[in-house]
């Protein structure tokens, strides 16, 4: 099956940590992941990210990361094992 996925947002990576970068035409995509934290803080929150896998041309991978702070559209999370590129989704991960 062939999918055509676009992406909304891009990944760059520094030495210990990984910055998420939703494009503006996706905010409200941040907005929906804030309002599923409530009253609890923003950092600290275990996020689930899928993005394009290094390991192959036209593969997605799906990783966890914990946010380490949001400023905007700018989400710096923890250092995530991706290589720069695009974001297809994000969204907060469900607490067992």
């Not at 689930?48 to 041309?57: M, Q």
Request: proline fraction near 4%; charge should be neutral.
């Amino acid at each position: 099956m062939l999918m055509t996925v676009e992406p909304i947002g891009s990944i760059r990576k520094s030495a210990n940590k990984t910055e998420i970068l939703i494009y503006s035409e996706f905010e409200q995509v941040v907005t929906n992941m804030v309002q599923k934290f409530g009253n609890s803080p923003e950092r600290g929150q275990k996020l689930l990210v899928v993005h394009k896998s290094k390991d192959g041309v036209n593969q997605l991978k799906v990783t966890e990361a914990t946010l380490i702070e949001r400023n905007g559209n700018l989400l710096t999370v923890s250092k995530m094992d991706a290589s720069e590129g695009p974001v297809v989704d994000i969204s907060t991960q469900p607490s067992s």
